[in-house]
T-cell receptor, first 111, second 112 residues
Framework: GQSLEQPSEVTAVEGAIVQINCTYQ??????LSWYQQHDGGAPTFLSY????GLEETGRFSSFLSRSDSYGYLLLQELQMKDSASYFC????????????FGTGTRLLVSP | DTAVSQTPKYLVTQMGNDKSIKCEQN?????MYWYKQDSKKFLKIMFS???????INETVPNRFSPKSPDKAHLNLHINSLELGDSAVYFC???????????FGSGTRLTVV
């Protein structure tokens, strides 16, 4: 299939670092994106890795290893507002016209 | 200004009815989408339009008919609504690059 698997839930405390993993079940994705979605809200774009390696954007970093069909989102200095669902997503074409979303990870940050 | 706006935000209707959801984007993007998010928060693509042309129909029942009068608008009409259609429907747009999709705020459809 064309699935991207993620852990269903991750918990952490404020100030900590958390890693959310994403594994592919098949090849054919042109890189990996990450989206954040707060309860009742819309998904918002966080990052995109076209190539292998680490991309850093402020407190968030995203990593991709295409040979391992694996990526992760790293959140540092966690804040309560980071409590949300996080989705990895793989574009199935170079025009990004079909984005397949992962199963989603609910992150709960406690004081 | 709202980048991707969809209306209505909430829709409660009876089985068998027909309903429409409207979507507009002011970002100048070429591609627009409809996604369905179920109760388990799984996001699944339904349709993809590029410059008013349908490019992806992800095996959606033909009770769902998208219409794009111009590249800034993509509406979704649903006939003969069923209980299983209850979900949140998101409209989105993109420029076909790695800069990501911009989603609307969603329409929560409840079929009773």
């Amino acid at each position: 299939g064309q699935s991207l698997e993620q852990p269903s839930e991750v918990t952490a405390v404020e100030g900590a670092i958390v890693q959310i993993n994403c594994t592919y079940q098949t090849s054919g994705f042109y890189g990996l994106s990450w989206y954040q979605q707060h309860d009742g809200g819309a998904p918002t774009f966080l990052s995109y890795n076209a190539l292998d390696g680490l991309e850093e954007t402020g407190r968030f970093s995203s990593f991709l290893s295409r040979s391992d069909s694996y990526g992760y989102l790293l959140l540092q200095e966690l804040q309560m507002k980071d409590s949300a669902s996080y989705f990895c997503a793989g574009p199935r074409d170079t025009g990004f016209q079909k984005l397949v979303f992962g199963t989603g990870t609910r992150l709960l940050v406690s004081p | 200004d709202t980048a991707v706006s969809q209306t209505p935000k909430y829709l409660v209707t009876q089985m068998g009815n027909d309903k429409s959801i409207k979507c507009e984007q002011n970002l100048g993007h070429d591609t627009m989408y409809w996604y369905k998010q179920d109760s388990k928060k799984f996001l699944k693509i339904m349709f993809s339009y590029n410059n008013k042309e349908l490019i992806i129909n992800e095996t959606v029942p033909n009770r769902f008919s998208p219409k794009s009068p111009d590249k800034a608008h993509l509406n979704l009409h649903i006939n003969s609504l069923e209980l299983g259609d209850s979900a949140v429907y998101f409209c989105a747009s993109s420029q076909g690059t790695g800069s990501g999709y911009t989603f609307g705020s969603g329409t929560r459809l409840t079929v009773v």
